[in-house]
Nanobody, 123 residues
Framework: QVQLVESGGGLVEPGGSLRLSCAAS????????IGWFRQAPGKEREGVSC????????YYPDSVKGRFTVSRDNTKNTVYLQMNSLKSEDTGVYFC????????????????WGQGTQVTVSS
């Protein structure tokens, strides 16, 4: 059973950058596809990235494409989400999650979730 802890969130001005971390224990993250999701107040939780387990293939929706980059460091058992050119629309609680198979935007297909970290983009 894998346990996930997100960190790196905080308050940042529009145009700024943050790097989120998803640290795992209890299992090896290299065996899972890792998805990042976010949820703003009154909004449905949406996927913002995924990185596959086998070939490190990455996926992004149009809302973050070109600004967000997901990567993994298997030696540290950690997945990162680099967020650049942040907008107020990026505000929300960010979660990482694991899936035994390939990447998918369907959130309920991910089995293990972290507690989330708050990202606030504001002047």
């Amino acid at each position: 059973q894998v346990q996930l802890v997100e960190s790196g969130g905080g308050l940042v001005e529009p145009g700024g950058s943050l790097r989120l971390s998803c640290a795992a224990s209890g299992s090896t993250l290299a065996n899972y596809a890792i998805g990042w999701f976010r949820q703003a107040p009154g909004k449905e939780r949406e996927g913002v990235s995924c990185i596959s387990s086998r070939f490190d293939t990455t996926y992004y929706p149009d809302s973050v494409k070109g600004r967000f980059t997901v990567s993994r460091d298997n030696t540290k058992n950690t997945v990162y989400l680099q967020m650049n050119s942040l907008k107020s629309e990026d505000t929300g609680v960010y979660f990482c999650a694991t899936r035994d198979y390939g990447c998918t935007p369907v959130r309920w297909l991910y089995r293990n979730w972290g507690q989330g970290t708050q990202v606030t983009v504001s002047s």
